[in-house]
């Protein structure tokens, strides 16, 4: 799971790095910098591109092509959670799925409610 921040929404979004080096990284061939992944949001399918450096010590990985959209349209705001899971789906030719938690206020308390 991770709190979204500033960058993850107004730029792109930064892939934690237990996630990219345990199913991301083997699905980058050779010297590319760059993977386009299917994923599966409330049974619609998207297609995000992930990108990491060239070079240098640590990978950096991000979600860029198409992650600004889904943003927008999710309405997806700065501590909003998001959960990366992997899942393959045949049918519908993904790989991945996301789920999103947003904060509401109820009763003067704090709870955290998956979008559905």
Known sequence: MKKLTRTDVACRLAVPTHFFRGLL??????TSHFVD????????????????RKTG??????LTKGWLHFVRRERLKVGDKITLLQEEDQDARTQ?????????RL???????DVL
Request: aromatic share 16%; glycine share 4%.
């Open 25 to 30: 990284l083997p699905r980058f061939n050779g």
């Open 37 to 52: 992944l299917k994923f599966k949001y409330k049974n619609q399918k998207m297609e995000f591109r992930c990108t990491k």
């Open 96 to 104: 991945f799925t996301i789920k999103v938690q947003k904060k509401i």
């Open 107 to 113: 009763l003067g308390k704090d709870i955290w409610t």
């Open 57 to 62: 010590e640590y990978d950096k990985p991000v």
